[in-house]
């Protein structure tokens, strides 16, 4: 099983800032197939990105993706009042399927 | 309006049974591999099973094999899962999700484009 390890657990921040968001995967993940979700209080996940760096339909490009071997990176521009919120990963290169703990961006 | 949307979550007791069920709407049902994901509230989220967009293959996490069975029924745009021997740890919000940009031909390695909102289930006596 891949153990996808997220970091930092929370991030404060200021609306206009830039976020970076860590995944680091236990071992290769196939083809880089690891997504990140956004999920707000009380709703479900939200699907941003894809194959490690495209993104999903309908987001935003201030949302971005990028992997190093196995490290992922999620980055937000600029940070719009919106996008406070908790982000996860998801490998789905393997089974079984597994996400991070989860990174919170909060308002500082 | 595609939407999935989640019932028959409740209160259960150790050891008894319960049916979740994901009704699919706005979307060819048939097209999509279809997944159930969990989340103890306040926790993170972990995969729980998945099914071919035909019911030939199925997947299940370590945790729950063998206790929980997922089909589907195209004809009726629904989703199930089959809980038995339900225990305390089972205790969480159940989403079901639409397989997308999947690996391979079963889409039982896939991201997630769509979810429901979640029924919940909670195992106590």
């Known amino acids: 099983e891949i153990v996808l390890t997220q970091s930092p657990g929370t991030l404060s921040l200021s609306p206009g800032e830039r976020a970076t968001l860590s995944c680091r995967a236990s071992?290769?993940?196939?083809?880089?197939?690891l997504a990140w979700y956004q999920q707000k209080p009380g709703q479900a996940p939200r699907l941003l990105i894809y194959g490690a760096s495209s993104r999903a339909i309908g987001i935003p490009d201030r949302f971005s993706g990028s992997v190093s071997g196995t490290d992922f990176t999620l980055t937000i521009s600029r940070l719009e009042p919106e996008d406070f919120a908790v982000y996860y990963c998801q490998q789905y290169g393997s089974s079984p399927l597994t996400f991070g703990g989860g990174t919170e961006v909060e308002i500082k | 309006e595609v939407q999935l949307v989640e019932s028959g979550g409740g209160l259960v007791q150790p050891g008894r049974s319960l049916r979740l069920s994901c009704a699919a709407s706005g979307f060819t049902f048939n097209d999509y591999a279809m997944h159930w994901v969990r989340q103890v509230p306040g926790k993170g989220l972990e995969w729980v099973s998945g099914?071919?967009?035909?019911?030939?293959?199925?997947d299940y996490a370590d945790s729950v094999k063998g206790r929980f069975t997922v089909s589907r029924d195209n004809a009726k745009n629904s989703l199930s899962l089959q809980m038995n021997s339900l225990r305390a740890e089972d205790t969480a919000l159940y989403y079901c999700a639409r397989a997308k940009y999947c690996t391979g031909n079963t889409c039982l390695r896939s991201a997630f484009d769509i979810w429901g909102q979640g029924t919940v289930v909670t195992v106590s006596s």
């Open positions: 099914v071919t967009w035909n019911s030939g293959n199925t």
């Open positions: 071992q290769s993940v196939f083809n880089t197939y």
